[in-house]
């Protein structure tokens, strides 16, 4: 399996505010995603990832809210920028590796 | 439209009984079929997956089943304990797992002594 970590594990923000969520995997992926999961949600996936060029958003997200960052193979940032209580929710990375899906430990984040 | 349907949406199963969640999906271009388990306050992390080539893969006491020409595919927890009491997503991808996957709802699975 993969080691997939992400920094920090959880964090409180002020609104108005922006965090910037860290994922580092242990070998080298083609493409990251970062995905968000509200409580007692499924998961929805915020954006790809990918490496040399601009990440790929989803519907209902967009780049000036959620910058991604993805200098490396082995490495991406989420940003998540001018918070509000609504933004609070788990945030996850993920990447394959040899053959399969793996998921980082998430990020709980809590904007009061 | 890329859907993943997953019932039911809670379960609860007695120890030592199989526990058995299905899903649905629509896009025949999904080749690649991942369970993950999720324990509150942590990721989801990896099960078993499948792929579409075989119809059942077995990993201990998890099993997966896929009907290729249903586009249905289920997970079964043999002698279910309680320390798998848990929620459960499934999720399809293209390519392999490649791109992005698409999840089912969850499952709340409950074991009970």
């Known amino acids: 399996s993969a080691v997939i970590s992400q920094k920090p594990s959880r964090d409180i923000c002020q609104r108005g505010t922006s965090l910037t969520i860290q994922c580092q995997v242990d070998s080298q992926v083609t493409m990251m995603f970062w995905y968000r999961q509200q409580p007692g949600q499924s998961l929805t996936l915020i954006a790809t990832a990918n490496q040399g060029s601009e990440a790929t958003y989803e519907s209902g997200f967009v780049i000036d809210k959620f910058p991604i960052s993805r200098p490396n193979l082995t490495f991406s940032t989420l940003t998540v920028s001018n918070m509000s209580p609504e933004d609070s929710s788990i945030y996850l990375c993920?990447?394959?590796?040899?053959?399969?899906?793996?998921f980082g430990q998430g990020t709980r984040l809590t904007v009061v | 439209q890329q859907q993943v349907k997953q019932s039911p949406q809670s379960l609860i199963v007695q120890k030592g009984g199989i526990s058995i969640i299905n899903c649905a999906y629509e896009n025949t271009a999904f080749d690649y079929f991942p369970w993950y388990q999720q324990f509150p306050g942590k990721g989801p992390a990896l099960l078993i997956a499948?792929?579409?080539?075989?119809s059942e893969k077995k990993e201990g006491r998890f099993t997966i089943s896929f009907n290729k020409s249903a586009k249905q595919f289920s997970l079964h927890i043999m002698d279910s304990q309680p320390g798998d009491s848990a929620t459960y997503f499934c999720a399809a991808s293209k390519n392999f797992g490649n791109e992005k996957l698409t999840f089912g709802t969850g499952t709340r699975l409950t074991i009970i002594p």
């Open positions: 499948i792929r579409p080539d075989v």
């Open positions: 993920t990447g394959r590796v040899n053959t399969e899906a793996f």
